[in-house]
């Protein structure tokens, strides 16, 4: 039988959000090993994240993913995807997820949405490219201000 890359795209991700799940439940960054994620991305994948967000930039490989998730676990204490909604799939599929955050610097708690494009690719993520709807708010609450143009 052959899995058609609809269906590969959405039981990759439907497993990698599943390990992360487990992987934030035995500690997360710098507790628990990302081994539990790494099935799901490619050895070369990409992770672009918006410049301005304390965890710019961009992430690449497995140790790069290893980074950002100690990155996230510097900033965020609670990191929940409370929803999530796949608006599109095949080999680039585009999830919609509703976030609950607390940031570490300051105590604040933020609802807000990610749109992601996650390209996926002989059944392991190649790329992922996060969209955030208002950065500076995430910013703010993280005890920082983004640079205006």
């Known amino acids: 039988m052959t899995i058609s890359p609809t269906t590969d795209s959405v039981t990759v991700l439907t497993g990698m959000y599943a390990a992360e799940a487990e992987y934030l439940a035995a500690g997360g960054p710098g507790e628990a090993s990302f081994d539990l994620l790494a099935p799901f991305f490619a050895p070369n994948v990409v992770l672009h994240q918006a410049d301005a967000l304390p965890y710019g930039g961009t992430w690449r490989g497995h140790d790069g993913m ?84």
């Open 66 to 149: 290893t980074r950002f998730f100690l990155a996230m676990g510097r900033v965020w204490e609670r990191f929940d995807m409370v929803e999530q909604e796949f608006l599109a799939t095949g080999g680039t599929a585009v999830v919609l997820t509703q976030v609950r955050a607390r940031a570490r610097a300051t105590g604040r708690e933020l609802a807000f949405p990610i749109l992601q494009t996650i390209t996926v690719e002989g059944g392991r993520i190649t790329e992922v490219r996060p969209f955030y709807w208002d950065t500076q708010a995430v910013a703010d609450a993280c005890g920082g201000s983004l640079p205006t143009s």
